[in-house]
């Protein structure tokens, strides 16, 4: 069977390199690599994803729900009508207990099925009693943020739960309902949100077990690693490094290694990569598995997991596009098995005096982006209907070895205190982050509305709405998008202060054929840093004029090479302090001067001045047939960099 899998592999193989020739117009032998290494995509981890799995890549099966390793979930008896818990945040505003109160019971009503409750604004640990009033919890599943309150709040709430009457029907605990204290010392300390003190929360876990039953202490926090731009592999590396310290400190306190993992929980932030959600989930579990197994109590070792949807991919400019990244998200994790799932609003990453909907409408968009799936298209009602697929079951597997990796490397370095302290984990988070943005501002990452098809038409925002006073927000926050909106922000002041928007003319060559795919273009990264485009529409060189301190010359490479030079020529007569072109520079008619195109690129690429990128005039050369553009705009720029020069000078111009 293996000869018979290995040989159709090679013709599908032998195909697609044919395809591949042919698209690079070159002969199969010239080709610069095989199929896989050639189609292959390559995670932020540096996983390898190949174009095609068949059961060459089949992996043993993972056991079933409920029992270990748990890698297809926790709950061995979820309730497949009910799925995952739809769990919603309050308390983050200022409202009064009460208030919260009639919210949270309108949300019940609505379709909510959890409840993650800030402790710490109108609600108290005191108030505890009247924002739990009418809330059965004994079917609500409650995860509490209580920061530095964390201790009063927890006895606050285990008080309270202790007086609260259960529901009319009893119902049997499972994972669904366990609820979370939510202490979290060890993840907030790296991120600088204030929270427990460590040594008390594993004192008062050590004090009250006995009364925990269903109820959890920890809540290891995976948001506060990927938030600040950890890959995958780091924040679930980083989350069970974290937990087994936990873990530890509990044993020491007294605790069998079954009570000590009984005590934690994990939160995970999930993203638009729908795939690798699902594979993000059931690695963590197969790691945490691993660890219990260790500890020698592996039927203890199911991680219980709360998804909630990462706040750094949600943008601010165009947020209605969060609602589509943020169902992609929801979907990952209920698939991927978690326990309960926390969709952020579709505003979460615009702060609260500059939304333009109010937070009831917000917060049931979120809410019905869950029962949509969960109702409408039924997705809860299959346990892990991933698995067994060959590509899931690898991605998992090699998402999983990549964590404990990244775990084994806190151990060397002492655990994960010492490493925290040793600046290890913001280090390797900080090198990932660098290398994220990287591929945002030259764009290989697309965030839609953001730095692909922006609109430059939508409501303004002032210098308020870059702050990170959110209410999820972290000193360490690191949103995708803050590169490119800073440089929209920078386009509104200049609107504000002006009444005009910084604008660059084009200067098409010949037919709407020949040129609307590069104007499109153009048209479109300008716009990713704010800056609008004057089309006039096809030019030559008897007619154009320069509308703009900066244009940029748009066509094909034969149109450039007969009517280029004369353009050029024309634009630097009328005034134009600076010509681009789009395209390589390769493809302009002077370029066999020898210069490459890293050279005459724009000055952010080349390191130099935007007076050394300047006109032929200022660079000490004619305008004759031998001139060149300035600079280019082509695939592959540090976009965030080039139009950080286009608004120098624009601005330097008013």
């Not at 996983?47 to 079933?64: D, F, K, Q, S, W």
Request: charged letters at 20%.
């Amino acid at each position: 069977m293996s000869e018979t899998l290995d040989a159709l592999y090679e013709k599908w193989s032998a195909s697609a390199a044919q395809v591949l020739a042919k698209s690079k117009r070159v002969d199969v032998d010239q080709l610069s690599g095989s199929p896989d290494e050639l189609l292959a995509v390559r995670t932020r981890d540096d996983l390898v994803i190949n174009p095609l799995y068949t059961r060459r890549h089949e992996t043993a099966e993972p056991g079933l729900p409920g029992s270990f390793p748990f890698v297809r979930g926790a709950d061995a008896v979820r309730d497949v009508v009910q799925g995952w818990r739809v769990t919603e945040r309050h308390g983050d505003d200022a409202s009064a207990a009460a208030d919260v109160n009639e919210a949270i019971l309108d949300a019940f009503n609505s379709g909510a099925s959890g409840l993650w409750l800030r402790v710490g604004g109108g609600v108290t640990p005191a108030t505890l009693a009247d924002v739990f009033a009418g809330v059965y919890l004994d079917l609500v599943p409650v995860t509490l943020d209580a920061g530095a309150d964390g201790i009063a709040a927890a006895a606050a709430f285990l008080d309270v739960k202790a007086a609260s009457a259960n529901a009319p029907q009893a119902v049997t605990p499972t994972v669904a309902t366990i609820a979370s204290l939510g202490f979290s010392p060890l993840t907030a300390a790296y991120s600088g949100r204030a929270d427990v003190d460590e040594t008390e929360a594993t004192a008062f876990a050590a004090k009250t077990v006995s009364a925990l039953d269903g109820i959890r202490t920890f809540r290891v926090d995976g948001t506060d690693f990927a938030t600040a731009g950890a890959t995958d592999a780091q924040e679930l590396g980083y989350l069970v490094a974290a937990a087994l310290t936990h873990v530890r400190d509990l044993i020491a306190a007294g605790l069998t290694a079954s009570e000590a993992l009984r005590q934690i929980t994990f939160a995970v932030s999930v993203g638009d990569d729908q795939f690798g959600v699902i594979a993000k989930l059931r690695a963590l579990r197969k790691a945490w598995s691993r660890v219990a197994q260790v500890l020698g109590a592996p039927d203890d070792g199911a991680a219980v997991i709360h998804a909630v949807t990462d706040l750094s991919m949600l943008t601010q400019r165009d947020p209605w596009v969060n609602m589509l990244r943020t169902t992609v998200a929801a979907f990952g994790a209920g698939v991927g098995g978690a326990d309960q799932v926390t969709v952020l609003g579709y505003d979460a990453a615009i702060p609260a005096a500059q939304r333009t909907s109010k937070a009831t409408f917000s917060r049931r968009i979120a809410r019905n982006t869950q029962l949509l799936l969960l109702e409408e298209s039924n997705v809860g009602r299959v346990l892990d209907p991933a698995g067994g697929s060959w590509f899931v079951e690898s991605l998992t597997d090699d998402l999983a070895a990549a964590a404990w990796t990244v775990l084994q490397t806190v151990e060397r370095a002492g655990g994960y205190r010492k490493a925290l302290v040793d600046n290890l984990i913001a280090e390797q988070i900080d090198a990932a982050r660098a290398a994220r943005d990287t591929d945002v501002a030259h764009r290989r990452t697309s965030v839609t509305g953001v730095n692909e098809f922006p609109n430059l038409g939508e409501r303004l925002l002032d210098a308020a709405a870059s702050s990170t006073d959110l209410e999820l927000a972290t000193p360490r926050l690191s949103r995708v998008a803050q590169a490119f909106e800073a440089l929209r922000d920078r386009s509104d002041a200049m609107l504000a202060a002006t009444g005009t928007r910084p604008s660059i003319a084009l200067a098409p060559l010949g037919s709407v054929a020949e040129h609307n795919g590069r104007t499109t273009f153009v048209a479109n990264l300008l716009a990713a840093g704010g800056i609008a485009t004057i089309n006039p529409g096809p030019v030559t060189a008897d007619s154009v004029t320069a509308e703009t301190p900066i244009v940029v010359i748009c066509g094909t490479k034969a149109r450039y090479a007969d009517d280029g030079p004369a353009l050029l020529a024309a634009l630097r007569a009328a005034g134009a302090q600076r010509v681009l072109l789009a395209g390589p520079l390769s493809e302009w008619p002077a370029a066999e001067r020898g210069e490459s195109d890293t050279a005459a690129g724009s000055a952010s690429e080349r390191g130099e001045s935007d007076t050394a990128a300047g006109s032929a005039s200022e660079r000490g050369e004619s305008d004759t047939a031998g001139d060149k553009p300035d600079g280019s705009l082509r695939v592959g720029i540090d976009a965030v960099g080039t139009l950080t020069d286009l608004l120098d000078q624009l601005a330097g111009a008013n």
